[in-house]
């Protein structure tokens, strides 16, 4: 059994071999899932839709580990107006779109990079869960599915038993949940080939958390360092990669290899590149103003907390909430579960549109897809390294101003730079470094 220690590793030169045949790229997952090797960075999925095809293919080329999001990636669906179709009529159009879409973005990546690593991330709480899963597994060019926001069952376990060759990352946050995908594998006899942790830090990571807020910053029951050690001990055999907080050097070498992992994904530092589907006016706009804090709370419809950056919405006026209600439940595709949609919830009683003007529950089926298309208002995902990683000098040209890298160069600083010890300005100075970069949307010093 392989001791699966790679604390004196470091990400700084690390990428996957450079493969001459799939023999060769099926060796090298055999070791990576048997924890015999140290894992290059994983460069997660972010939805909906902002890794696609341009970026997970940037990221093959590097010789890194690239992941397609399966989140919608269908969503211009959504623009539609289809109030004249019958709820099923919708959900089926909508679940279509992004079977399309997925064959589309999976066959793009593989024929520009046949023997890269290319993995999918499947949302659990998606209502097209199985059919995303099925979507990559039938192609036999995805290499594994990470599988988050949700609790594996046994359905959704064999299903992996029907295509060996792609593996499961299950994406926990507590040793509970790592603890009830084995024991359902177990109970139920089911045989998965390749099987990975991915322990995604909720006090660190944007987007959908798997935590209740009150639980943040101080239970140990997400402390990534005491769940690896549990990990090790409960199931040796499995390897473990973390996510959430890491966009440094130092910070991969020391929270992952140094901290009983084997690797790290990379979030929101892959999101500021040429090659993201979030726009660059998006990026300076919103993620590169400190005007824009980032926030947790519970608004989204899936039932989740989520970590956000605090943009204006782009309804805001009681006429704009009430169209803005009646719209998306016209226009509902079921993106989760109707039943447990929160935003339905708030909004549909007894099976009318009765809109309540003081939710502040939004629709993650029409707000999520306005930030990909470029517009203003949406939904902002954001995590709490995107409050450190703005001050760096690799998005910025010799004049201050704001310059979006490609992958490439982003991935080469990085994993070349260590944090910053402390913050590089004070207060006052952030202001006024803010407002010289931003003069039309100035902070008060």
Excluded at 106 to 118: F, H, K, M, S, W
Excluded at 369 to 377: S, W
Aim: charged share 25%; proline share 4%.
């Amino acid at each position: 059994m392989p001791e699966m220690d790679f604390s004196s590793t470091s990400v700084e030169g690390l990428y996957v071999d450079d493969f001459q045949s799939e023999i060769e790229k099926q060796k090298y997952l055999d070791a990576m899932f048997a924890g015999e090797i140290p894992i290059p960075p994983i460069y997660k999925a972010m939805g909906v839709d902002f890794t696609g095809k341009r970026y997970v293919d940037a990221v093959l080329r590097k010789r890194l580990i690239g992941v397609l999001s399966a989140a919608a990636p269908g969503h211009e669906v959504v623009t539609e107006d289809m109030r004249g179709l019958t709820k099923g009529a919708r959900i089926s159009k909508f679940l279509q779109a992004n079977m399309a879409s997925q064959r589309e973005q999976i066959d793009y990546v593989r024929e520009r990079n046949p023997y890269g690593i290319l993995g999918e991330n499947a949302m659990l709480k998606l209502t097209g869960y199985r059919k995303a899963v099925r979507t990559a597994g039938e192609s036999k060019k995805v290499d594994f599915t990470a599988s988050g926001a949700g609790m594996l069952a046994e359905k959704d376990l064999k299903q992996f038993e029907q295509f060996p060759h792609m593996g499961l990352i299950a994406i926990v946050s507590s040793v509970v949940a790592a603890r009830g995908v084995m024991r359902c594998i177990a109970q139920h006899n089911i045989d998965i080939k390749r099987i990975m942790f991915c322990v995604e830090d909720p006090n660190t990571a944007g987007g959908h958390l798997g935590a209740k807020e009150k639980d943040l910053n101080g239970s140990k029951r997400y402390d990534p360092v005491l769940i690896a050690e549990q990990l090790e001990h409960l199931f040796p055999h499995i390897p473990r990669i973390l996510a959430g907080g890491i966009a440094y050097r130092d910070q991969y070498n020391e929270k992952a290899f140094q901290s009983g992992y084997q690797g790290g994904g990379i979030g929101i530092r892959g999101l500021f590149n040429q090659e993201s589907e979030l726009t660059q006016e998006l990026m300076e706009e919103y993620y590169f103003n400190r005007i824009y804090e980032t926030v947790v709370n519970g608004n989204s419809p899936t039932g989740y907390i989520g970590r956000y950056l605090n943009v204006p919405r782009h309804v805001q006026t009681p006429e704009e909430i009430d169209a803005y209600v009646r719209w998306a439940v016209g226009n509902c595709v079921a993106c989760i579960n109707m039943k447990e949609c929160t935003f339905l919830q708030a909004h549909v009683k007894d099976g009318e549109v009765v809109p309540d003007l003081e939710s502040e529950i939004f629709c993650i089926g029409q707000d999520l897809p306005r930030t990909t298309r470029g517009e203003k208002g949406g939904t902002v995902f954001s995590s709490t390294m995107r409050d450190v990683i703005i001050d760096d000098e690799v998005y910025y040209d010799a004049d201050g101003k704001f310059d979006c890298p490609s992958l490439s160069k982003s991935h080469d600083w990085w994993t070349s730079h260590d944090a910053p010890k402390q913050s590089k300005l004070s207060t006052e100075a952030q202001a006024a470094d803010h407002n010289a970069k931003n003069p039309n949307t100035p902070l008060a010093s």
